[in-house]
């Protein structure tokens, strides 16, 4: 049997919330102040905490603060009789599993427990998939690449190789794939680990900021040019310089990068010096090159200065296999970014992923994967809060559905209705809100009075 701890200062709202639960058969536990109810969470070690947040002495945040000190994994419910955005916001900040007004409503508390109960089952049969490690905190390993699946495995092979020397590396790949991580690997992975990686993208400015940007200018070349300034290439020195989306520079720049990559050489715009070219050169495009160039939108003869050495980035939905190592990399990294701690996986979660086509590739998936944490009322990655576009996946499961049956009341239609989009989104609860027009509580209200199940 759970036990639960009511911590509240009012007899009255405490004695209600035990009728409630001792109904719905849990086992409940009382303190009238936070100090009190603290010393019980130590003592009792209960399964769910239940607070109110204006008592005399520590308020409920405050008991919240103290409690995850100790236990993170504790779900902590917060009563208020005051509707304050404020107050929500950082209860959830806190860690709080969710928050609820007074006067309660016993359909809601029922559900809202149950919920967060389950949640503890949920983690307890859950192994943590990421583990806090002591690995120093280089510019390598903060740029890691994840990927098991053959082609993977060659491109790692191959910027083992590259990066011993300084030749130029063309990275072609769609959008979202990793192009720019690559380049930071190519640079920090070998002899150029120690110099400046400089990067360019070369789609965000115009011909003429984009000339001035490369090679820098003088003072008084062009109007608002008020002192000299030295450009990318001159910047990167002996390091790297990243050129990304290269498809997007006018026939007249890539005249002009031709020649820097022929002569080793550069000068400033409206300067008549001459500065050396030391730094390698990584390109990345998202567009074929090789139709461009048939076009004649692109050099023949640039393509190839570039492509001494070309890696082509596999989109997500030709790697999926890599999905859930990809999982376990962000939830490490972005728990340490914005100080969560999301470390288990829940059931069903990477079967959801692996099923999407994932356009944006590896960015959204990383995306996806944020929210999932921002929404986490636990240290669980649960599948009610992957939150992906399932509407090319609805419309197929939607076309071989059976005919709907012949029910007699609304009830039974509704029923009917509701499991149905449940399971067309593997029971994203989110989704099927959104789809039914509905909010989560009256979507988990509606399976619990008509006892659907997944499956």
Known sequence: MEKILIIDDDRLSLKVIKEILSKLGYKTLEADNGEAGIAIVKAEHPDLVITDFQMPGIDGLEVLYEIRKFNIGLPVILLTGYGDVVLTIKSIQLGAFDYLEKPIDPAQLKSVVQMALNSVKVSSGLNEVIFEDSASESMLENNILVGKTPQMKEIFKNIGRISLNKVNVLIQGETGTGKELIARLVHYSGITSNQPLVIVNCSALTETLLESELFGHVKGSFTGSIRDKKGKFELAGEGSIFLDEISEISLNTQVKLLRVIQELEFERVGGEDVIPMKARIIAASNKNLEALIKEGKFREDLYYRLKVFTIDLPPLRERKEDIRDLVV???????????????????????????????????????????????????????????????????????????????????????????????????????????????????????????????
């Open 329 to 455: 990399h962000f939830l490490h990294k972005l728990n340490k970014r914005f100080n969560r701690n999301v470390v288990k996986i829940g059931d069903g979660v990477i079967e959801v992923l692996k099923a999407h086509h994932w356009h944006g590739n590896v960015r959204e998936l990383e995306n996806t994967i944020l929210q999932a944490i921002v929404m986490s009322k636990n240290d669980v990655l649960e599948i009610e809060n992957i939150t992906i576009n399932t509407r090319q996946n609805s419309q197929v499961v939607a076309s071989v559905q059976p005919e709907i049956p012949q029910y007699r009341t609304i009830a039974e239609l509704e029923k009917y209705h509701i499991k149905r989009i449940l399971d067309e989104v593997n029971w994203n609860k989110l989704e099927a809100s959104h789809i039914l027009d509905i909010t989560r509580p009256t979507l988990n209200a509606k399976i619990e009075k008509y006892s659907l199940v997944r499956g």
